[in-house]
T-cell receptor, first 111, second 111 residues
């Protein structure tokens, strides 16, 4: 079993739709969680950190479920510019040295 | 705002040739990393460094060597390139907070 697993998609949704991605992790000792966004043929960039209490940034909401060992990303009112691959990242001890990336979920927002 | 700069951005090698990828960061970050990204595989850590003069192996270190002689630079070397090393290579740096800042990537093809 991979340490971090994501549904690769692709998710094709119309503009304005709400879409959610899940990411499961196998190491119960994982402490820090992040969502990164990667545009086609570009470098990944941090979208948001995921806190135990959940966090929201505009149209984006991230949640952590420790009992079931998954994190989620919810995008409301999708925009064309949201089209990208979303990578979840998990680190077991909070140390930046042990970041593990999921293989990514591809999202295409259609006009 | 240079951030993380990788050179070269593109390179084609023949099997058995050697080359060095250079990563430079101007954010005074302690941690630096080299990842490779292959279709469907996500980002996999090759080597990393937690400070000047230190290096450590990541998930897929075989066939690569690294050096961190200066805090701002992290070099990735391929001594004898193989077709399996055809990939996109990303360098990243981070402070203790853990957010990764990536370079634009280096696309390597080994024939």
């Amino acid at each position: 079993r991979k340490e971090v697993e994501q549904d690769p998609g692709p998710f094709n949704v119309p503009e304005g739709a709400t879409v959610a991605f899940n990411c499961t992790y196998s190491n119960s000792a994982s402490q820090s969680f992040f969502w990164y966004r990667q545009d086609c043929r570009k470098e990944p960039k941090l979208l948001m950190s995921v806190y135990s209490s959940g966090n929201e940034d505009g149209r984006f909401t991230a949640q952590l479920n420790r009992a079931s060992q998954y994190i989620s990303l919810l995008i409301r009112d999708s925009k064309l510019s949201d089209s990208a691959t979303y990578l979840c990242v998990v680190t077991p001890s909070g140390s930046a040295r042990q970041l593990t990336f999921g293989s990514g979920t591809q999202l295409t927002v259609l006009p | 705002n240079a951030g993380v700069t990788q050179t070269p951005k593109f390179r084609v090698l023949k099997t058995g040739q050697s080359m060095t990828l250079l990563c430079a960061q101007d954010m005074n970050h302690e941690y630096m990393y080299w990842y490779r990204q292959d279709p469907g595989m996500g980002l996999r850590l090759i080597h990393y460094s937690v400070g000047e003069g230190t290096t450590a192996k990541g998930e897929v270190p075989d066939g690569y060597n690294v050096s961190r002689l200066k805090k701002q630079n992290f070099l990735l070397g391929l001594e004898s390139a193989a077709p399996s090393q055809t990939s996109v290579y990303f360098c990243a740096s981070s402070s203790f907070t853990g957010e990764l800042f990536f370079g634009e990537g280096s696309r390597l093809t080994v024939l």
